[in-house]
Every structure is written in C-alpha cells, then in structure tokens.
C-alpha cells in the first residue's frame, strides 16, 4: 500500500500537547509517510521548526495567516526567509486571506501580508499554501499576479469554473474531510473535474475530521477516508489515489 502524504496538518497546535509523541508514532505506524506541517501565528512558526527538527517524515511550511496578519513585520518577514533555507523547509503557509471572521485584520492589510509573502516565495523558488475564506475573487486574482509561484489552494472551497482557473496557473487543489460530508456539495464536482495530478489530500488536522470521525480531533491516518471518497469519484482505486497524491507532493516540494 502507497503511503499516506498528508499536505497540510498543525500538530504543533495545543489539542495534540497531551499525546503529540504517541501520536505520531502511531501515524508513522498506520501509513502515514510524510507530513507537511504549517505554521499560522508567529508562536506556531518556532514550534513547527521544533517538529521538522525533531521527526524525520514531518516537513514545514512556513508563513503567517490572515488571521494573525498584525503579526507580520520587517523582523517577521526576515525570520521566515532565514527559516526557509532550511533542508526540510519546502513552503510559505499557511496565508491568505479570510473575510469570514469580522474580527479579522482589515482586508487591506492582510492582502498587503499575503502580497509580500508571495514575494518571499517568488524570491525562494517555493510554493505557497493559500487559505481562501470567502475571498475567492481577490484571492485568485493574486495568484494569478504571481503565476511563477505554485498555488495551493487548501481545503478547497471554490467552484468548479475557479477551479479551472487553478489548474490554467499550475495550482493545485486541497481536498479535506469536507469530502466526505453529506452535504458537501461542489467539492465533489471539482474532485471529479480536476486530473489527479492537481488534487492533495490534507487533514488540516485537529481540523475538519472526514466521516465517521466528523467533529473529533482529526489525525493524518484518517485520510485513507478521504482517499477512498475520491477513489470512489474518480472510479480508480484507492491505491492509485495515495501514489498520485503523494508524487503530487513530492513534485511540489522538490523532495
Ligand atoms: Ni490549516
């Protein structure tokens, strides 16, 4: 059996602090063969560098999120870019833009904080892993601004039609435990629309557990539910989904 890739999890968030070393032993143990973890805040920046050095099949991605875009500064920015010349440093995420919370940063300045993160990873020759809450439009339209830099549109939310807009800049698509909602509705669609090439499995765990562990704390060896819902659309074997979306990640981070 392929082993699992998961391309986008936070183990450094607090809901793993009990069981965090079990835990990934365990995974190693369930076929789980690498993990891409993303930091979100400037904490989570430190303690990711803490995993990446600590466990062999753990990657980092590096990056401030929406959410946190007060957080980004000059001594900011010059940190991820010291972080990312690290060996096993392969991304800038997660960022993006996140219109849902009104709590958030103005949009204005978290489009400032994305743009300047774009640069950093046009400047690396990296890829850069997008959250997109409601932004959509704006969030597009900047990735295609940056089209030399690889866009991964995580836990993807989009239509269809956006999702052909990806695939003409050579983005890819993350598919979460969304998938397997009953009331997941387009990302079925998109799943069945874009070539295997272009699709991710990712958790986003403690997030967005997959049926039948929806509203747990998710864990990367729940993907295989993932991989078997788009197996299921994409009418190829479970097999062929692991492989495809684990060389997806391979290629994408230059490993
Ligand atoms: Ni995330």
Known sequence: MA???DSHAHYDDQQFDEDREELLRTLKENGVGAILNMSSDYASIKKTVDLVEKY?????????HPENADEYNEEVRNEIIEILKGDKFK??????????WESNPPKEVQIGVLRDQYEIAKSL??????????????ILRIAKEYEGVVSVFHSYSGSVEMAREIMKIGGYIGVSGVLTFKNARKLPEVVKE????????????????????RGKRNR???????????AEIKEITVEEVLHATAENMTRLLSL
């Open 91 to 100: 991304a800038v995420g997660e960022v993006g833009l996140d219109y849902y």
């Open 3 to 5: 082993l699992i890739f």
């Open 220 to 230: 990367s060896d729940y993907l295989m539910g993932v991989a078997e819902k788009i």
């Open 125 to 138: 020759g990296m890829p850069i892993i997008l959250h997109d809450r409601e932004s959509h439009e704006d």
């Open 56 to 64: 062999d099949f753990i990657y980092g991605a590096v990056g401030i």
């Open 194 to 213: 874009v070539p295997l090439e272009r699709l991710l499995i990712e958790t986003d765990a403690p997030y967005m557990a997959p049926v039948p562990y």
